[in-house]
């Protein structure tokens, strides 16, 4: 997937996964229940700071804040933007 946009200095593109619609049980989650997504794929991702280069790649899943990054909308898609720092890890 090619999205056109290339984040700046430490920044990651994340689309993210989609929350769960039913527990582990059987019961359907209404929308009003779901929490936010906490994991997702890199998309892109900038070429880092001056002595520390990005140390995640496209294709990654990763796990990151509840909170953090900013929101996006791109070719009708959502998508996140967090600093690599807000990053808690590479999901292997």
Do not use: H
Not at 10 to 29: H, M, N, Q, Y
């Amino acid at each position: 997937m090619s999205v056109n946009f290339k984040p700046l200095a430490d920044r990651v593109l994340i689309e993210p996964i989609a929350a769960e619609t039913k527990t582990a049980s059987g019961i359907i989650i209404p929308d009003t229940a779901k929490e936010k997504p906490q994991e997702g794929t890199v998309v892109a991702a900038g070429p880092g700071k001056k002595d520390e280069p990005t140390t995640v790649k496209v294709g990654d899943k990763v796990l990151y804040g509840k909170y953090s990054g900013s929101e996006l909308k791109l070719d009708g898609k959502d998508y996140l933007i967090v600093k690599e720092g807000d990053l808690l890890g590479i999901i292997g």
